[in-house]
């Protein structure tokens, strides 16, 4: 059995092993120097089975290798699994992420808000966490990190390889619906970027409950999948071959620190790892732990009709860019956002802030999700 250890010297850092059953000489099979390749690593299995913390393992080992770089943690559960970096062999290098409406004190690790990162911050830190609790909410997470995403594959060159962890592949698609994209937008993007990534130096390591549905399509494109213990459903069809090679019922009742994995090229293999030691257990409270402070901005978006200061509900937004596109001033030209804010009572900031944000969404995305809810004419227009 192969036996991959990180490079750090510490006998209680995870492993992970795997006797390979088919092909057992192709270049995949050698997991180890695999590692240290821009590649994706799907982790398939029920609920408690072990996902996260494989995940974890498979970005440590990575991260360990020469060329290994950060570990980028996303969509963490609400738990802020994600803090038990903070006591991982990178403890003393580690970059929490946060919402811009929410106030987070550490005593141990810097605290940034996601629109800040920097590329030299990829080279900086060992770990950057993304903790569901500093956000006011799942939609305002699933925003900043879709836009977050967008700014990972900006990086051109690269020297170190960074990982990016994925609890829960679904929530990606999330995002990119929460910036304005549809169901198959948001697909196709996710499966673009993957194929993309080795351009940006990126690995990811992905978990997900299921093995049909939406991912199927980035299923296809994994380097690697692992198979965890599927619960009561066993495999799916496209799988039956495996029950040639393993008793159905010791597949269904698979132990969490065991595993099968297959390779794009077809190397079957079965493994196990240790539970990483940082991993957070279920009853823990890993922010009182860490005497983690928080302090949320009352929420003021959860109120979409609000009209007043800074706040712009949806119609006035889509106002305010149809004014910029069809009012004229006497001598015709287009209307100032002076002379739009005068107009609705307004500061100028205000209309400035609006289309920033339209344009931004336009160009990202396609689309401006507010002018959109309201049917506005421009949605697809920038200004
Ligand atoms: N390699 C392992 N060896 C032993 N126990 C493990 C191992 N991996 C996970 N576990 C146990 O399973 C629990 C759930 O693991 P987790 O990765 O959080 O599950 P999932 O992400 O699939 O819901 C962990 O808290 C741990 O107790
Ligand atoms: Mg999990």
């Given at each position: ?138 939609r305002?997470?699933w925003y900043?990190?879709g ?23 679904n929530s990606i698609i999330s995002s990119r619906m929460m910036l304005g994209e549809d169901q198959a937008q948001a697909v196709?993007y ?175 995305v396609?689309?401006?999700p ?14």
């Amino acid at each position: 059995m192969e036996e991959l250890k990180p490079k750090l010297s510490s006998p209680t850092n995870p492993t992970l092993s795997a006797t390979w059953l088919r092909f057992p000489n192709s270049p995949f099979a050698d997991l180890n120097r695999q590692l240290s390749r821009p590649l994706a690593h799907t982790v398939v299995g029920g609920k408690e089975g072990g996902k996260s913390a494989l995940c974890e393992t498979i970005a440590f080992l990575g991260a360990s290798q020469k060329n290994g770089g950060s570990i980028i943690d996303l969509y963490g559960a609400r738990d802020n699994e994600g803090l038990g970096w903070l006591r991982s062999p990178f403890k003393d290098s580690v970059l929490l992420l946060k919402g811009e409406h929410t106030q987070v004190n550490c005593p141990t690790a810097p605290c940034k808000n996601i629109g800040e990162v920097t590329l030299d911050d990829l080279e900086d830190y060992r770990v950057i966490v993304s903790c569901a609790r500093f956000y006011r909410s799942i939609r305002e997470e699933w925003y900043s990190v879709g836009k977050f995403l967008d700014f990972l594959w900006t990086r051109e060159s690269w020297t170190k390889l960074c990982w990016l962890v994925v609890r829960e592949a679904n929530s990606i698609i999330s995002s990119r619906m929460m910036l304005g994209e549809d169901q198959a937008q948001a697909v196709k993007y996710f499966v673009k970027a993957m194929q993309e990534m080795r351009h940006s130096g990126l690995s990811i390591a992905v978990d997900t409950l299921r093995w049909m549905g939406a991912e199927i399509n980035y299923r296809t494109i994994s380097d690697y999948i692992y198979l965890k213990a599927p619960g009561i459903d066993g495999l799916p069809q496209q799988l039956d071959f495996l029950y040639s090679y393993f008793d159905p019922f010791q597949i269904m009742q698979m132990p969490a620190e065991q595993f099968i994995v297959l390779s794009r090229r077809g190397a079957l293999g079965v493994g196990r790892f240790d539970c990483p030691y940082w991993h957070k257990n279920e009853h823990e409270n890993l922010r009182k732990l860490f005497a983690i402070d928080l302090k949320h901005d009352k929420d003021e978006t959860k109120d979409l009709t609000k009209d007043t200061g800074l706040h712009v509900n949806d119609n006035t937004h889509a106002g305010i860019i149809r004014d910029r596109f069809e009012k004229k001033t006497k001598k015709g030209k287009v209307l100032s956002m002076g002379a739009i804010a005068f107009s609705l009572g307004r500061s100028s900031k205000t209309i400035h802030d609006q289309i920033c944000y339209h344009n931004d969404a336009v160009t990202g995305v396609g689309e401006c999700p507010r002018c959109k809810r309201v049917n506005g004419k421009y949605a697809k227009q920038e200004v």
